[in-house]
T-cell receptor, first 110, second 111 residues
Framework: GIQVEQSPPDLILQEGANSTLRCNFSDSVNNLQWFHQNPWGQLINLFYIPSGTKQNGRLSATTVATERYSLLYISSSQTTDSGVYFCAVERNNQGGKLIFGQGTELSVKP | EPEVTQTPSHQVTQMGQEVILRCVPISNHLYFYWYRQILGQKVEFLVSFYNNEISEKSEIFDDQFSVERPDGSNFTLKIRSTKLEDSAMYFC?????????FGSGTRLTVV
């Protein structure tokens, strides 16, 4: 099956700093999503980004499908950005299973 | 923004008991899912459901598990005889055009 690897596993930032989270996947996919799991355990969908670049406020994401990786950029980080960021991929984009990476745990200090 | 609703938010059950976790997916979505997350681990796929039948299931989803869409809005996960290792956060999700929305989860503790 498809392997999804995220790096770094942990990241500590000072408020206001920028960061880049990486997701590598082992095979071609038709669906890639980034999620934020907040300290209460909720999974929030940040981006649906099988290819290309998207931006939403201080967050942006880029997926280079041909090279099998995706990047999530967080600019001017805030303490509310803390939590675990998951990348998840799907082979077929037809209601099949999402395969999650192990996540990057981000802690933003005031 | 439409939400996926899960109840209860927490459930504690004795080993061997049956539990039913409930979900109301987003109304115009056609695909429904259950995932679970053991504490500190990644999110794992359990089952997907489309057109009133299971479309895919993982090796975790054995005979102890079942899913049902008893009416036009609810989607349930039943665990027949819970084990200690079933303790986890269970997430329901629905999707449209490849974009997934997850519920807030049910934290199941088996004692």
């Amino acid at each position: 099956g498809i392997q999804v690897e995220q790096s770094p596993p942990d990241l500590i930032l000072q408020e206001g700093a920028n960061s880049t989270l990486r997701c590598n996947f082992s095979d071609s996919v038709n669906n890639l999503q980034w999620f934020h799991q907040n300290p209460w355990g909720q999974l929030i969908n940040l981006f649906y980004i099988p290819s290309g670049t998207k931006q939403n406020g201080r967050l942006s994401a880029t997926t280079v499908a041909t090279e099998r990786y995706s990047l999530l950029y967080i600019s001017s980080s805030q303490t509310t950005d803390s939590g675990v960021y998951f990348c998840a991929v799907e082979r077929n984009n037809q209601g099949g299973k999402l395969i999650f990476g192990q996540g990057t745990e981000l802690s933003v200090k005031p | 923004e439409p939400e996926v609703t899960q109840t209860p938010s927490h459930q504690v059950t004795q080993m061997g008991q049956e539990v039913i976790l409930r979900c109301v997916p987003i109304s115009n979505h056609l695909y429904f899912y259950w995932y679970r997350q053991i504490l500190g681990q990644k999110v794992e796929f359990l089952v997907s459901f489309y057109n009133n039948e299971i479309s895919e299931k993982s090796e975790i989803f054995d005979d102890q598990f079942s899913v049902e869409r008893p009416d036009g809005s609810n989607f349930t996960l039943k665990i027949r005889s819970t084990k200690l290792e079933d303790s986890a956060m269970y997430f329901c999700a629905s999707s449209e055009w490849g974009r997934y929305t997850f519920g807030s989860g049910t934290r199941l503790t088996v004692v």
